[in-house]
Each structure stands twice: as structure tokens, then as C-alpha cells.
């Protein structure tokens, strides 16, 4: 069973610092990030009005997020409207006990999975194997991690720290645990691991009756879900069982079809840099032969829209191009942010959506160097620094940081004090440690102080004005 990040012992800083020293994982995120980086830049670099369409997704995000109850509301009725049942979970507990109960109804065991983040944030797979249900992803990434026993580390490329003959070797001695072995004599070749999943994976759909899926976008017009893919696999996930049931969460709502038309060409540039993904697949309610359930996950989302600064996190659409940008994300991995939604993004999201009473959540918004590649990468135009830095200010700090804040605000804060306080730091120079003491040394355990200099930019304006 792949395991589901609900929170991870530790902190990022110690995360990521054990991280860095596995430099097969930082060759394999290097190499993997690089790669995607370089063709998004060529893909949008295709489209003359990109900046135009940024804009647009903004607005068009903004403004749903605005009215996200009259849309929601909409949605319902237009799912229902199609023969749909539609269920609302405030949380991951009530989310799972739906999908629970909804997959027992059917009297199945089984269930197959389209990639989806959502039922990955609420931990379903966890949850279903408490009620006896195995939940088998398709994603041919997810499948790795699910056979490997591992955690996820990227939204697109959940086993971007796997390469091929790790991912051979997971095969040949997992895939039989979980139905058809791997063929014998199996190669790193990717055309042969992509062969050994999908005739393991197509055993799998053929047998299934019951699949559960996300959504990248519902349109509220219509009650349509959207998903985007690149297999195939989620397709046949969505055509072929009796029932379908899809997590969505509640941000991921879009007005009209017109809207639609913006985010399906800055979704796939972003992510895969492709001009448009291989599977597009829009369904609308109950159709013959088939039940529909949507499950619409609030899971801290309106608390998120509550946050001035921090509501545009909603506007995300999961494309992960703020990760393969990212430096601190390239060298410390998916891993160290503990959570389902990793890189920059997650340094937001996850203490959004999560709070931050735990160490870990707390130190997620100093991931990072506040660079602003993301924000530059981001399609909908996300400024995570600025929600960074805010967040960095509501993080409970601990008791000594605190009073050397307090401290250095009060200097700061008056001239005089700030004049008076470089001529006895200039005074006392050799004196001052390269380390700080005490509680104050997690700031100079990865760092030098830097030297303090001769003279003050002060005294030297005064002494170059009057020469
Ligand atoms: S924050 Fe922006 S760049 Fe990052 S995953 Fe979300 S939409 Fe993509």
C-alpha cells in the first residue's frame, strides 16, 4: 500500500538536509526538472499572448473563488440535473467515510485509481484498506510508488527520485505481490517498463467495477468534470467500471466551458510542455451503465479563502511548473516538505490548509530563498513569496527568536539606537562570534555571520560629503 504523507516527523530544514546527502536522488531531481524546465520554456514561448492568458486564468480563478458558493451551488444542480449524486465533506474524515461507504454499497473489494492529490490529502487509500477495500493506482509514476511502498515527491512525476533500474528492480520484485508479475528477463529500457505496466495494469481495468478519480476542473454551467492525463490510464478508469466516484476539491471549480478554454492551454504547457495532453476526458453525471458520485472536499479550503493573502493558493492548478523551477525543491526533493503538495507550492498550501502547529508545517514557509522563479513560472500568476513571507510572520516562533526580533525591531525602529548600535558592533568587531549561542545558534549552524566592517556606511557618507 503506498503510504499517504499526513504529516512527517521532523522539520524541513532536517528533512532536506538528510536529503542532500543522497546525491543519486539530487542527479535524478536534476537531471528530471532540468529536462521539464527547458521544453515548458519552448512551449510557452510558442504562444505570443501567454502573459495575456496568465492574466486571464487569474481573473477567471479570482473571480470563482469570489463567488465559489453560488458556483458550487450551481454545480450541484447541474450534476443532479444529469444523474449524478453529489456529496459534500467538510473534511478528510467525512471524505473517506463517503467514498467508504459508497464502495461497500457496490459489495466490491477493489477499486482502481486515476492520479488524483485529493484522495492522496485525505489519506483514502489508508482509509479504504481500514474498510477492507484495496485501492490499485493506474498511474503508471503512482503505480511505482504503490509497488515501492514510497511516498510521492512531485505532483506530476510522483517517482521523479526513482530512475529506470530502480524502477525495474521495484517491478520484478513487486509487481507479482499485486497481480500480474513482470515479464521475465525485464530491462531498464523505457519502452519495456512502460510494456510491463501496462499489460499489469490492463488486467487490473478489465476486472474492475469500481474506479475513483479526481478532477483537474468541474465546469459549473454544466456539471462536467474535466481530467487531464497523459496515459490513457485514466481514461479507461473513467469509462470502464459500474461506478465512479471523483474527490474533487471545491477550488477546482471553473463558471462556463469558455473558461475552460484559457486553462486547457496554460495547464499542459506548464506541466508537460506539451501544446495539448494525449487525454482530455469530460463527463457530465450518471450515463448508461454507469453511477456517478462527486464528492466535493472542503479539507480547509474555505479557511484558505478566508486568508487575504493566502486565498490565491486556490487559483493553483496542480501543474508542478513552480517545482522544476525551484532550487531549494531541485536539491532537497519532494520528501522533505512531508506533504502531499511539495515545492513551493506546498510551502504555502500545506501550512494553509494544514495550520501550523506542527514543526514541520511551521517551517515549510522558510523553504525557500523567496528567488520568485515560481511566481515567474506560475500560470495563474500565484505570488507564493509574498504569501511565504506572510506566512513567516504568523509562524510561531520560538521564545528566543522571538526576543531577538523584538530586539532588533527596537534598534531598528529609531536612528539614533541604530547609529549607536553600529559604532559599538564596529567597536567590539573582533570580538563578535562567527557563531550565535545558545537557542540563536539554528541560524548559524548552516551559515556565517558575515564580518562586520571597519566603518559604517554612515561615517563614510559623512567623511566623503565634508572631504
Ligand atoms: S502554484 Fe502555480 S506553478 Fe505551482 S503548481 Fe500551482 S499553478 Fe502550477
Redesign the pocket.
Same mark, same amino acid.
Given at each position: 500500500m503506498s503510504a499517504t504523507f499526513l504529516g512527517m516527523p521532523g522539520n524541513f530544514p532536517k528533512n532536506a538536509a538528510q536529503a542532500v546527502q543522497d546525491s543519486q536522488l539530487r542527479y535524478n531531481l536534476r537531471k528530471a526538472t532540468h529536462t521539464i524546465r527547458d521544453k515548458r520554456l519552448k512551449a510557452v514561448a510558442e504562444l505570443p499572448d501567454w502573459e495575456e492568458l496568465r492574466a486571464a486564468g487569474k481573473a477567471i480563478k479570482d473571480h470563482t473563488l469570489r463567488h465559489l458558493d453560488r458556483y458550487l451551488v450551481q454545480l450541484e444542480e447541474a450534476v443532479t440535473r444529469a444523474g449524478g449524486h453529489v456529496h459534500w465533506a467538510r473534511d478528510a474524515a467525512e471524505a473517506n467515510r463517503i467514498v467508504s461507504d459508497l464502495v461497500k454499497a457496490t459489495g466490491e473489494t477493489e477499486v482502481v485509481k486515476v492520479k488524483s492529490m485529493a484522495t492522496q490529502e485525505i489519506g483514502l487509500n489508508e482509509a479504504l484498506a481500514a474498510q477492507g477495500i484495496t485501492a490499485y493506482e493506474t498511474d503508471l509514476a503512482e503505480l511505482i510508488v504503490q509497488l515501492g511502498d514510497d511516498f510521492p515527491s512531485h505532483?506530476l512525476v510522483p517517482a521523479i527520485h526513482r530512475n529506470r533500474s530502480e524502477i525495474r528492480e521495484i517491478f520484478n520484485t513487486k509487481m507479482a505481490e499485486w497481480g500480474r508479475p513482470a515479464p521475465a528477463n525485464l530491462t531498464d529500457e523505457p519502452a519495456a517498463l512502460a510494456e510491463a505496466a501496462r499489460l499489469h495494469l490492463r488486467e487490473r481495468f478489465l476486472k474492475s467495477k469500481v474506479a475513483i478519480s479526481g478532477g483537474n476542473f468541474m465546469v459549473a454551467e454544466t456539471g462536467t468534470l474535466v481530467v487531464l492525463e497523459s496515459e490513457g490510464n485514466g481514461r479507461m478508469c473513467l469509462t470502464l467500471p459500474r461506478t465512479l466516484i471523483s474527490v474533487v476539491g471545491i477550488e477546482k471549480l471553473l463558471p462556463t466551458w469558455r473558461d475552460l478554454e484559457v486553462f486547457l492551454q496554460l495547464l499542459p504547457r506548464?506541466?508537460t510542455a506539451e501544446r495539448m495532453n494525449p487525454y482530455t476526458s469530460t463527463w457530465t453525471g450518471s450515463v448508461e451503465g454507469q453511477d456517478f458520485h462527486l464528492v466535493l472536499l472542503d479539507n480547509g479550503r474555505t479557511q484558505v479563502l478566508a486568508d487575504e493573502v493566502g486565498r490565491q #493558493?486556490l487559483?493553483?492548478?496542480?501543474?508542478?511548473?513552480?517545482?522544476n523551477v525551484c532550487p531549494v525543491y531541485e536539491r532537497a526533493g519532494g520528501h522533505a516538505y512531508g506533504s502531499v503538495y511539495p515545492?513551493?507550492?506546498g510551502a504555502i498550501l500545506t501550512p494553509l490548509l494544514r495550520g501550523m502547529s506542527s514543526e514541520l508545517d511551521a517551517s515549510l514557509p522558510y523553504a525557500s530563498s523567496l528567488c520568485g522563479a515560481?511566481f515567474e #513560472?506560475?500560470?495563474?500568476a $500565484?505570488d $507564493?513569496p509574498e504569501v511565504l513571507v506572510d506566512l513567516r510572520a504568523k509562524a510561531p516562533h520560538k521564545p528566543a527568536e522571538r526576543a531577538g526580533m523584538r530586539v532588533a525591531g527596537w534598534v531598528l525602529n529609531d536612528s539614533v539606537r541604530l547609529e549607536k548600535a553600529q559604532r559599538l558592533a564596529i567597536r567590539f568587531r573582533k570580538l563578535v562570534p562567527k557563531r550565535l549561542p545558545g537557542p540563536l545558534s539554528a541560524w548559524t549552524d548552516t551559515r556565517d555571520l558575515p564580518d562586520i566592517p571597519e566603518e559604517s556606511f554612515r561615517d563614510w557618507w559623512e567623511r566623503n560629503e565634508r572631504a
Open positions: 505532483f506548464s506541466s #493558493a487559483r493553483c492548478i496542480r501543474c508542478s511548473a513552480c517545482l515545492g513551493p507550492i515560481c #513560472a506560475c500560470p495563474v $500565484i $507564493i
